[in-house]
């Protein structure tokens, strides 16, 4: 994927035109997302748009944080109160609410993207942002540890940079080497049963190479790959701040980096809004998260999630508004950039981030030999119920990894029959 930020200047303009051409009509939008760290300027945003847009009004409702988002969309199903727009996250969770999504080809902000979601020839989701991630480090601690982000490529750098920089720990004021948090029951199994797993799926390969996961969808496990990845992620907890990784919050994982306690961070560009509200003045980039003997320097770039449209809504026109004007005005323009710090997945926005690990995405994207992000093929709920428990239990005695690799080879087999 390479996306390019110049401005399409008459396609902006169209897009533009689309949207100032529908009339409000009175509607009350009820949104349902995920994303906490947007909240706020979401929540601003839609106040905005309601107090430009007279008679209409949006109402957000966020559930995220590990929360079983789409647990709590299944319960509105059945209560009768299915959200005007709501996420989801990819094709396992479009084949489980396909029924209440409604086919957006025909959107102005359709040819403005080239991550729009699609099945079978049509749009379905509109893309809420880039993200992506690799392992965020504070620039500071590791000069003053003389590890070179660059070299961090294999996952042999990392071993010993680690072990450098836990030898130096007390004079660098470190509590560990890495933030990470893999607790299911502070609902922080994402990082790793999703986002971290999320290198085994892709890392390495090009950036539509799918193989590793389809591979596993058919219930099979690549033994001398994964064998390789659970050394990456023995180490990762070995060197990890125990009491966030076993039991940490995302503010807890967050602030512990932010206060320069630890050199890394195992978190994407979505952290930036919460780095800047914690005053973070360090230079931070990001090294790849480099599991394999041979050399690994992409980063993992997706869009993460789509807002769909219930067409079975009275307020199906009005939903579909709102996401154009998010897309195609510079006020929607100014929300997902400015104020959301998202990287926008529309061609037209002119805006460049201020986060700095969306800047770092930003340059990885322009340079290319990034890595795919597929988590979003696996059945509904696997990341949660299925791999995140098992991340839980190998973070808890990380000596034991060829229990690790039994249990992991035993989740993938059940996967079809998920």
């Not at 839609?46 to 008679?55: H, I, T």
């Not at 389809?214 to 907890?237: C, E, I, S, W």
């Not at 981030?353 to 994207?365: F, I, V, Y």
Request: proline letters at 4%; one cysteine or more.
């Amino acid at each position: 994927m390479r996306r390019c930020i110049a401005t399409f200047l008459i396609l902006s303009l169209g897009l533009a035109a689309a949207v100032m051409a529908a009339p409000a009509k009175p509607a009350t939008i009820t949104m349902f997302q995920l994303k906490v760290e947007i909240k706020d300027a979401l929540d601003a945003y839609a106040a905005k748009y309601g107090a430009a847009n007279p008679g209409v009004t949006v109402k957000v409702e966020t559930l995220g944080g590990g929360a079983d988002f789409a647990g709590a969309l299944k319960a509105k199903i059945q209560a009768g109160q299915m959200p005007d727009i709501f996420v989801i996250e990819g094709a396992g969770q479009y084949n489980v609410f396909k029924d209440y999504i409604a086919d957006l080809s025909d959107q102005p902000w359709v040819k403005d993207t080239d991550l729009a979601f699609k099945a079978n020839g049509k749009v379905y989701g509109f893309p809420v942002a880039i993200e992506g991630y690799g392992l965020a480090y504070n620039a500071d601690i590791l000069k003053k540890a003389g590890v070179d982000p660059a070299s961090l490529t294999t996952r042999a750098a990392y071993e010993t940079a680690f072990a450098a920089i836990d030898a130096k720990k007390k004079d660098l004021g470190l509590d560990a080497v890495v933030s990470m948090a893999a607790s299911v029951s502070g609902g922080m199994w994402w990082v790793a049963g999703q986002h971290n797993l999320a290198a085994y799926w892709g890392g390495g390969l090009k950036f539509d190479d799918t193989s590793v996961i389809q591979k596993a969808l058919k219930g099979q496990l690549d033994d001398a790959r994964f064998a390789q990845y659970a050394k990456y992620v023995q180490l990762l907890f070995k060197y990890a701040d125990k009491n966030i990784l076993l039991n940490g919050s995302y503010d807890n994982q967050v602030s512990s980096f932010a206060q320069g306690k630890t050199a890394f961070l195992h978190q994407g560009n979505w952290v930036d809004p919460n780095l800047k509200q914690l005053g973070v003045a360090f230079k931070i980039g990001y090294a790849p998260h480099a599991f394999l003997d041979v050399e690994q320097k992409g980063l993992y770039l997706f869009a993460p999630s789509w807002y769909c449209v219930n067409p079975k809504s009275p307020n199906a026109a009005a939903a579909k508004a709102f996401l154009a004007a998010m897309a195609g005005t510079a006020e929607g323009h100014d929300y997902m950039v400015n104020q959301a710090g998202m990287i926008p997945a529309f061609k037209s926005v002119k805006l460049q981030p201020k986060g700095q690990l969306s800047q770092a995405l930003m340059a990885a994207n322009a340079k290319g030999g990034n890595y795919g992000v597929f988590f979003g093929m696996l059945p509904d709920g696997a990341g949660q119920n299925v791999f995140g428990p098992i991340y839980d239990l190998f973070a808890q005695n990380p000596a034991k990894i060829d229990q690790f690799i039994s249990d992991m080879k035993k989740a993938v087999a059940g996967l079809p029959s998920m």
